[in-house]
């Protein structure tokens, strides 16, 4: 799904630094050829290290929108990815904007937890947190991307089952998938 958001960032006009534990070259060259600035960071978010190589990365520059997945990290690299978050949050706070998605990849309560007090901690900075279900959306990977852009984008808190946050409050009844 990640290449999914990256493209869907692309398209939006955002620049990107892309961070992947593999080469990501075809992707980088489609990007760019969207017409947007594209870095890569090629390490697994697993340490230190590899959490100041994309701080370094980002350079300074102004995060608008952040994306974290845990799919397929034991709990280690998941430590290690919610603490990256959490220092470009306290950036993005700075700056009082910002939009995060954190994808669930299996529903687990500790990501949902993390969630919750990251939007708490964000409240009044002007920075939202939406929490992407994966598991309770039944749909591809692109489609999957585009629910979770939208919803970011948006500010919606949380997107599972079929129905954003939005959705929910203002009484839609639509589906998604």
Same mark, same amino acid.
């Given at each position: 799904?990640g @290449? &999914?958001?990256a %493209?869907?960032?692309?398209r939006?006009?955002?620049?990107?630094?892309?961070v992947?534990?593999?080469?990501?070259?075809r992707?980088?060259?489609?990007?760019r050829?969207?017409?947007? @600035?594209?870095?890569?960071?090629?390490?697994?978010?697993?340490?230190?290290?590899?959490?100041?190589?994309?701080?370094?990365?980002?350079?300074?520059?102004?995060?608008?929108?952040?994306?974290?997945?845990?799919?397929r990290?034991?709990?280690?690299?998941?430590?290690?990815?919610?603490?990256?978050?959490?220092?470009?949050?306290?950036?993005?706070?700075?700056?009082?904007?910002?939009?995060?998605?954190?994808?669930?990849?299996?529903?687990?309560?500790?990501?949902?937890a993390y969630?919750?007090?990251? @939007?708490?901690d964000?409240?009044?900075?002007?920075?939202?947190v939406?929490c992407?279900?994966?598991?309770?959306?039944?749909?591809s990977?692109a @489609?999957?991307?585009?629910?979770?852009?939208?919803?970011?984008?948006?500010?919606? &808190? &949380?997107?599972?089952g079929?129905?954003?946050?939005?959705?929910?409050?203002?009484?839609?009844?639509a589906?998604l %998938?």
């Amino acid at each position: 799904m990640g @290449r &999914e958001l990256a %493209v869907q960032c692309a398209r939006h006009g955002f620049d990107l630094v892309l961070v992947a534990n593999a080469p990501l070259d075809r992707l980088t060259t489609e990007l760019r050829e969207l017409g947007e @600035r594209v870095d890569t960071v090629e390490t697994a978010i697993d340490s230190m290290d590899a959490i100041h190589a994309i701080l370094a990365a980002i350079d300074g520059r102004s995060v608008d929108a952040l994306f974290a997945s845990a799919e397929r990290f034991n709990g280690n690299q998941r430590a290690a990815l919610l603490d990256l978050v959490s220092r470009i949050a306290l950036e993005m706070s700075a700056s009082e904007a910002g939009r995060i998605l954190i994808v669930n990849p299996s529903d687990e309560s500790s990501i949902d937890a993390y969630c919750c007090s990251l @939007r708490a901690d964000l409240k009044s900075s002007g920075v939202t947190v939406t929490c992407l279900h994966a598991p309770a959306l039944d749909a591809s990977s692109a @489609r999957l991307a585009e629910i979770g852009f939208d919803a970011m984008i948006e500010g919606d &808190e &949380e997107v599972a089952g079929r129905l954003t946050t939005t959705q929910l409050r203002s009484g839609v009844g639509a589906r998604l %998938v």
